[in-house]
């Protein structure tokens, strides 16, 4: 494909029939039935978790691939843009919401540690934040050197957009390729740092509030790397534009918002919550 502009189709686009919503739906029925049989401990439960995760992931690839296909056929006229940015809009801002629980749950365990109103915080703080005898993370270590990769690969693909934007293709996918693989060495840190945590997620408030947070975000960054991935192997087709790119313009909006988040996570948690703490 050319750069060229993909010449828009008028008015608004309905989709064609397609299976993908059913099929989807039953495979995400599958994973919900083989995860409960799983934590029962039942012979069959893994084997029909494993089919119905890769059910889902078999969804997402066609059900996309099609997506992909009516953005090159010029469905995707401005009306569609319009209101697949607002769908994304949208997705983020309940992503907001998930995050807004996980810090919800750690401030109201670590601002008031001996709250008698809540059952048992006494008994897992001792009153204490982070609770008595409790090592922690040293901030200023790995989680600082995660902070900067992550931020580096926020700007690395800041600089691809504006790239595109510039139609310079080449330096595009340079810069977005470096995103991708800074994005990939957070991923690992953090599954190291994951290992060698000096606290367990059971029988802690804290370790439990900071899995949960952290491991959220991590959850995130790998999706947004495949974000990356797959616009990166689209821009080695031609499929981007300087005026036609709403999939990777989603793809950075996404990775901004994980890169925002991680710094309140690595602020209010790995900062804060360890004040006067023991580090490992």
């Known amino acids: 494909m050319t750069d060229a502009a993909v010449p828009d189709r008028p008015g608004f686009h309905l989709v064609d029939p397609s299976p993908w919503p059913l099929v989807g739906a039953a495979f995400g029925f599958l994973t919900a039935f083989g995860l409960i ?9 893994p084997a029909l978790l494993t089919i119905g995760v890769a059910g889902i992931l078999f969804t997402m690839v066609g059900w996309w691939r099609d997506v992909i296909s009516e953005a090159q ?29 996980w810090f ?6 670590s601002i008031n540690p001996a709250d008698p109103q809540t059952y048992g915080l006494l ?3 001792g009153g204490l934040w982070p609770p008595k005898g409790t090592e922690v993370i040293n901030p200023l270590a790995l989680p600082l050197m995660n902070t900067f990769v992550l931020l580096t690969s926020s700007a690395a693909v800041n600089v691809a957009h504006d790239e595109l934007r510039e139609g310079n293709r080449r330096k595009f996918e340079t810069f977005l390729a470096l995103g991708i693989v800074l994005g990939v060495l957070f991923v690992f840190t953090q599954g ?25 975000h991590g ?25 036609h790119h709403v999939g990777f313009q989603f793809a950075a ?25 023991t580090f490992e």
């Not at 049989?37 to 439960?45: D, E």
């Not at 959850?219 to 005026?243: D, E, N, S, W």
């Open 37 to 45: 049989l799983f934590m029962h401990g039942l012979s069959f439960g």
């Open 73 to 101: 056929g010029g469905y995707h006229n401005i009306i569609v843009r319009h209101g697949l940015t607002f769908g994304m809009i949208l997705f983020i801002a309940s992503e907001v919401m998930f995050f807004v629980a």
């Open 104 to 109: 919800w749950a750690f401030f109201w365990s």
């Open 123 to 125: 008994d897992f703080s």
């Open 192 to 216: 190291y740092e994951y290992i060698h945590a000096p606290f367990n997620f059971k029988n802690t408030i804290y370790g439990a509030t900071f899995f949960m947070a952290t491991g959220f």
């Open 219 to 243: 959850a995130h960054v790998i999706i947004g790397v495949i974000f990356l991935f797959v616009c990166l192997m689209r821009a080695y087709r031609g499929q981007f534009t300087p005026k």
């Open 253 to 277: 909006w996404y990775w901004h918002f994980v890169d925002v988040v991680w710094l309140f996570l690595f602020t209010c948690i790995y900062i804060w919550g360890s004040w006067g703490a």
